[in-house]
Each structure stands twice: as structure tokens, then as C-alpha cells.
């Protein structure tokens, strides 16, 4: 038996960015024939998919670690590394990703609709893209930068016009199987719908889906029973029709007790004030259900409930309540905004974001910033050569102005990032930082100069 499944935390990392390649092009009377080294290619996407034939979250409930493979290396001869495939997480339609503290990410409703769970990094450049006036053949490459890792949860509300409430054994599924193709599973015993079921129901030229909602019960909005569960799979509903069953022979309870009870459990999970509602009073079939629907009928009216006699078992009075749905669910799609206008989408800030901020600590001084910090994952620091490039970027983008505004002194602790993620370095102002770059491939005697200049004889 299939499992049916509506939430999931999934774990998506997207694959690292290969590195760039430093290599001089070697050839017979040409030894140094100039930097050839390649980009390394860019990391595996983890990207989530709405695929129609899927309707639960089982795979991913089974498999909630979804990692995107790496981008290959570049090489020398200007051979770029190869792109990695993306991973496709195949999700129904109606799915919500939320973080971890429940904000809403993306509401993913149209089928094909994509959104990226978790980027694969960018890869490296080889030293051929970074040869320039100052740096003629780069000893250096940049490194590819790590994909990204987050956790998301996955919910699944259930897409459908019509949705079927009421108390365990009220003859939901009865109905639905009635009035539609589905085939639940039927039995007279509490929770025998353990899944919400979907049917396709017709009345005229008009088209709509029916959800059967497991039973409810008191205190389901606060998780008794499974009703906290399923009652999400409400919220996407336009109608709410209340299936009440009146031969039920339990002398605590009574079809304006069950109504009332399941409209206080509505009330307290929210958001479905405005669902117009319609009455079935099932099993008419019976004397006493008869009976009991006669008594009822009245009161229920005069509290503004459109109400309607019924039988699953013996089809009696579903064609008129069919086209009552019918005709609610067309004034509902006449007034529902378009999907595309309602998506719900977070934007994260740009990867390109030029920004950085400075702030004091009392071991240093903190630099957190999109760009910095990209820079500094993108950085070999065994490579002398790779160190001086970088200082020259943060130079550049103005973080050593900043530094020397704040105060700091030569020798002060600099930290770039946050967390365990932080490199920490002995800032130094970089000297002669529009000349051109000398010493050896792989070297950079600024920074021997500069420790000099300092006063740091260590080196």
C-alpha cells in the first residue's frame, strides 16, 4: 500500500565550483608562451520541479538529502571544466518551502513551475582570464566556491475546489465515491480515511475537484487525532462543505453540536472565515437520520446554512447539492486572483551586492560582506601570488580606507565572514598597489616588502 505523505525537511547542498587551472603554454621554441589555464566549471543546482503525476512527498520523506555533484576543474590549453548536472526534485503541485522558521520561501502551484533549492557554486578562473597589464601570466587561479547548503521544509496544501469536513464516520468518503470516480477506502470505524482523496466532479459544462479531509475532532487544531495533520489541505479549498451525519445514535452528540464543533476547530487553525459553507445531512436513507434532518433542517437555516437532504449510500438528493457546488466554486474562481499574481516569492540579496560593512570587536575588526567574503572562498592562500591579488581586490573595493578610518593600526586582527567560516589575518596596508606585480610565478614581494616596511622581521 502506497504511503501518503505531506511533509518533508529536505537537505539540499548544491556541488562546489570547480577550480581554475594556472598553466603556461609550453611549446617547442615558445617555453612561455603565455597563461592558458582554464575556468573551472560551475556546481549542480538542487531544484525543485511541480510535476503533475506526483501527489505526495514520500521520496523525499525516504530520501530528505538531496546533493548535486561538482563542476570538473579547468585545465591548461584554455579547456574550461564541465559544468555538473543539476539534481531535479520532482514535488507535487500545491508544495510550500518554508525555512526553518516557518517563513514562507515559495508556493509552488503551476505545473513545470522551478525554483532552486540550493545553488551549486561558481567555478574558479584560470589565470588566463585573470592575465592583465599588471599580471602578464599569473602563477594563481581562483578557487571554485561552495554550493550552497539549506535546509527547507517541504508542505503539501492540497489543490482543490470543494473540501469535505466533518467528524469521523460521517460518510465523507461515502460521498465523494458517490459523486465523483475516487474509490476510498470505506468503513464504519473512526479514521478510516487516513489520507485526503481527490475526486473530479462534473455537474453540467461545469468542472471541479472534491477533497475528502480526514475526520475531525474535538481538539484536532490543537493535534488530536489527525485532524491537525490534514487541516492544512483546507486552506487552498474555495467551498467547505460540512457532512454531517444524523443516525449517529450517541446521545452527546447531535447534527448542531457536530457543526458547531467542526466550524470551532476551523476557527482555531484561521484563514478559512471567508470559505462559503454548505450542509449535507447524510443518511437520510435511515427513519431516525430522516428524522433527526428534520429537526435540524430549521435551525441550521436560520443560521444562514444553505441546507441539503442526502444519501451516499442510495444517491438521494446529491444532484442538487453537486450543482450548489457547482455554481459556488464558479462565483469563487470568477473572484480568485490569478496564481501567477498571488506566488509568494523571498528574493534573496544578490550574490553582487558591493556592500561591506566594518565593525569593531574587541579581538578586531570584522568585515562582512557578499563580496569580501566570496572573495576570500575564491582564494588559494599556500599561493603568495593568490594573497596579493586578493588584498588588491579588497583595496579596490575600499575596505583598507575604511580600516585606516576606523583606526585600525598595522599588526591589527582583521576578520572577514562570520562564524566558523571566518578567516582571520594580521592586517598590513598594502604598498605599491598600482605598480605592476614582480617576482616569481606563484609570489608576490609586496608582501614580503610590506612586512619589511612594518617592522616584521619574521619573514
Known sequence: MSTFVDRAVVHAQGGNGGNGCASVHREKFKPLGGPDGGNGGRGGDVIAVVDSSVTTLLDLHRHPHRRATHGKPGQGSHRNGADADDVIVEVPRGTVVTDANANVIVDLMTPGETFVLARGGRGGLGNAALASPRRKAPGFALLGEPGEARDVVLELK?????????????????????????????????????????????????????????????????????????????????VLVHVVDCARLESERDPLADVDMIESELASYGGLADRPRLIALNKVDVPDGRAMADMVRGDLEARGYRVFDISAATHEGLRPLVFAMGQLVVQARANQVSDEATRVVIRPTPVDDAGFTIEKEVDGFRVVGARPERWVRQTDFSNDEAVGYLADRLARLGVEDELRRQGAEPGTTVMIGVGEDAVVFDWYPTLGGD?????????????HATHQAWGDDDE
Do not use: M, Q, W
Open 435 to 447: 605598480v605592476a606585480v614582480s617576482g616569481p610565478r606563484g609570489s608576490d614581494d609586496r608582501l
Open 158 to 238: 492540497t489543490v482543490a475546489d470543494v473540501a469535505l469536513v466533518g467528524y469521523p464516520s460521517a460518510g465523507k468518503s461515502s460521498l465523494i465515491a458517490a459523486i465523483s470516480a475516487a474509490r476510498p477506502k470505506i468503513a464504519d470505524y473512526p479514521f478510516t480515511t487516513l489520507v485526503p482523496n481527490l475526486g473530479v466532479v462534473s455537474a453540467d459544462d461545469i468542472v471541479f475537484t472534491v477533497a475528502d479531509v480526514p475526520g475531525l475532532i474535538p481538539g484536532a487544531s490543537d493535534g488530536k487525532g489527525l485532524g491537525l495533520e490534514f487541516l492544512r489541505h483546507v486552506e487552498r479549498c474555495s
